[in-house]
């Protein structure tokens, strides 16, 4: 886990990692009353770019 603190001061991110979603579903569920959350799902940038090849080829097929 990484915490880290935007730049312009008005809050930061909880970087996890986790082969169970259901485990900050339930993290979010208890500190929500605490605090304004937000979750982005992500994926490693040579995955997202593999998948962004993928939706061009696909793109360019069907046109």
């Not at 993290?27 to 993928?54: H, K, N, R, W």
Request: net charge negative.
């Amino acid at each position: 886990m990484q915490f880290v603190g935007r730049v312009d001061g008005r809050g930061g991110f909880a970087v996890v990692e986790t082969e169970d979603v259901k485990l900050i579903a339930r993290d979010t569920a208890i500190f929500s009353a605490y605090f304004d959350m937000s979750v982005y799902p992500v994926l490693d940038i040579q995955e997202t770019a593999a998948i962004g090849g993928q939706a061009v080829e696909f793109r360019q097929g069907v046109g």
